[in-house]
T-cell receptor
Framework: GENVEQHPSTLSVQEGDSAVIKCTYS??????FPWYKQELGKGPQLIID?????GEKKDQRIAVTLNKTAKHFSLHITETQPEDSAVYFC??????????????FGKGTHLIIQP | DGGITQSPKYLFRKEGQNVTLSCEQN?????MYWYRQDPGQGLRLIYY???????QKGDIAEGYSVSREKKESFPLTVTSAQKNPTAFYLC????FGQGDQPQHFGDGTRLSIL
């Protein structure tokens, strides 16, 4: 089955700096890669996703890049703000043709924004 | 507002007892999912359902059961056979039962053992 590795487990950055979280996946058939933000005591919230026919996607201060050859994808947050502090999860799925067997998640990155 | 409602927020189970976690969605989504989250871990899939009256086991289905009698409801029962049930349980839904559709999550139920 699919295996998703996520690094780092904890990331501390100064407010205003950029943060980068990286994930690798094992199944070359995976073609959908969402990122979730989870605040304490809440469910994960989808913040951005990318499909395998696209190499990069951007939404304001958040961007995701995908390298299918190397089987890795990354989340980039620029101009970080205190409200960006949370746990971030990457995930992978095969999509159409691969069956609706849910998402395979990384173990999460605790992002801490230092004032 | 459309969304996913999980209840209760906190639940306690006694030894040998079955407990049922509720998940309701008003998004008109076909597919629904149950995940388990342990401290410092990602989410692991317990069960999923692509359509009413149909559901499939995920990676860690042992000790759990589900039903899908209505499109908007997907309750999860944690049975006494689940020896380590303490965890945060998350329900999600997506428009279709295809892996490349965004999944939307509820705010979870935290289950503890008395």
């Amino acid at each position: 089955g699919e295996n998703v590795e996520q690094h780092p487990s904890t990331l501390s950055v100064q407010e205003g700096d950029s943060a980068v979280i990286k994930c690798t996946y094992s199944d070359s058939a995976s073609n959908y890669f969402p990122w979730y933000k989870q605040e304490l005591g809440k469910g994960p919230q989808l913040i951005i996703d990318i499909r395998s026919n696209v190499g990069e996607k951007k939404d304001q201060r958040i961007a995701v890049t995908l390298n299918k050859t190397a089987k890795h994808f990354s989340l980039h947050i620029t101009e970080t703000q205190p409200e960006d502090s949370a746990v971030y999860f990457c995930a992978a799925s095969k999509g159409i043709g691969g069956g609706a067997d849910g998402l395979t998640f990384g173990k999460g990155t605790h992002l801490i924004i230092q004032p | 507002d459309g969304g996913i409602t999980q209840s209760p927020k906190y639940l306690f189970r006694k030894e040998g007892q079955n407990v049922t976690l509720s998940c309701e969605q008003n998004l008109n989504h076909d597919a629904m999912y149950w995940y388990r989250q342990d401290p410092g871990q990602g989410l692991r899939l317990i069960y999923y359902s692509q359509i009413v009256n149909d559901f499939q086991k995920g990676d860690i289905a042992e000790g759990y059961s589900v039903s899908r009698e209505k499109k908007e409801s997907f309750p999860l029962t944690v049975t006494s056979a689940q020896k380590n049930p303490t965890a945060f349980y998350l329900c999600a839904s997506s428009i279709f039962g295809q892996g490349d559709q965004p999944q939307h999550f509820g705010d979870g139920t935290r289950l503890s053992i008395l």
